[in-house]
């Protein structure tokens, strides 16, 4: 049984209308020259760079603590005492933000029918041959692994970081589950950092990407060769919005 991966939106001035998942409030196309698109509101943009910098001080903390060889990062926060006690609450930080970007973005990773076909022509994705690949929505299945790998760690890593959190929860938790939480921490904040290396990876390789979350629109071309069925969603869209609206 196929599901319904769609949903209503009502727009002004327009009938209820169907839209596919992966079109979100927002996303417009502007005819001109260029034609522009647009594909990341402010508020998802300045939710992003939260993310993302709480991100990096996680990890710029977390190594500082995870090993004598980097304590030397301390100094980035004030030293040994300040790192420790800045680090979870930075965690709490990227926790909560990241949950913006999980409500927001949800819905555009749900797993597509050419999500299977773009995994297994890889090849072809490392070596460019973007027109051997299926049309894919406003993301690809390697964005979408981001995206749920990231949510399933940050998940991880923020309960591992309650059980080990003594200063708070101390006498909630056995010396056994810290041992396990303090396992699974780090394990988990390797795997994320790697995770991430990729994201900004592909972000860079992928040129005209970075303007979508720096500016907030990506140009026509790029929409049309990266994610054509995204476009033409948008194109076609029933009632779809005009950039006076
Ligand atoms: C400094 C590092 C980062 C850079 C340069 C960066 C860059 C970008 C860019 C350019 C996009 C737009 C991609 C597109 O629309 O096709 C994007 C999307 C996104 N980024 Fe980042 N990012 C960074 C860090 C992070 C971090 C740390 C997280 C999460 C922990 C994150 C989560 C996301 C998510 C969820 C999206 C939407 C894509 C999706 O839902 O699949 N980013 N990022």
């Keep these: 049984m196929s599901r319904d991966r769609t949903r209503p939106i009502i727009m002004p001035n327009a009938v209820p209308a169907a839209v596919p998942a992966d079109v979100e409030p927002g996303d417009a196309v502007h005819?001109?020259?260029?034609?522009?698109?647009?594909?990341?509101?402010?508020?998802?943009?300045?939710?992003?760079?939260?993310?993302?910098?709480?991100?990096?001080?996680?990890?710029?903390?977390?190594?500082?603590?995870?090993?004598?060889?980097?304590?030397f990062l301390t100094g980035l926060f004030g030293?040994?005492?300040?790192?420790r006690a800045i680090h979870p609450w930075i965690g709490v930080v990227l926790?909560?933000?990241?949950?913006?970007?999980?409500?927001?973005?949800?819905?555009?990773?749900?797993?597509?029918?050419?999500?299977?076909?773009?995994?297994?022509?890889?090849?072809?994705?490392?070596?460019?041959?973007e027109e051997r690949l299926p049309e894919v929505g406003k993301y690809n299945a390697g964005q979408k692994a981001v995206f749920w790998s990231m949510s399933a760690l940050i998940l991880l890593l923020i309960t591992s970081g309650i059980v080990m959190w003594d200063q708070y929860f101390y006498s909630f938790t056995t010396i056994e589950q810290k041992r396990v939480a303090i396992l699974a921490h780090s394990i988990a904040a390797v795997v994320a950092i790697c995770v991430w290396i990729v994201h900004v990876y592909a972000a860079i390789w992928v040129r005209g990407t970075l303007s979508a979350m720096t500016r907030g629109h990506v140009t026509g071309g790029w929409a049309w060769r990266h994610h054509r069925k995204w476009l033409r969603e948008l194109v076609q869209k029933p009632g779809r919005r005009t950039p006076a609206e």
Excluded at 53 to 65: D, K
């Design 79 to 83: 030293g040994g005492q300040w790192t």
């Design 95 to 129: 926790f909560f933000s990241f949950m913006g970007l999980f409500f927001r973005f949800w819905r555009a990773n749900l797993p597509a029918r050419e999500d299977g076909v773009w995994v297994a022509r890889i090849s072809d994705v490392l070596g460019g041959h």
């Design 31 to 71: 005819p001109g020259k260029p034609v522009t698109v647009d594909r990341y509101s402010g508020a998802a943009r300045i939710n992003h760079w939260i993310t993302a910098v709480s991100l990096v001080l996680l990890a710029l903390s977390g190594m500082a603590l995870f090993t004598p060889k980097l304590f």
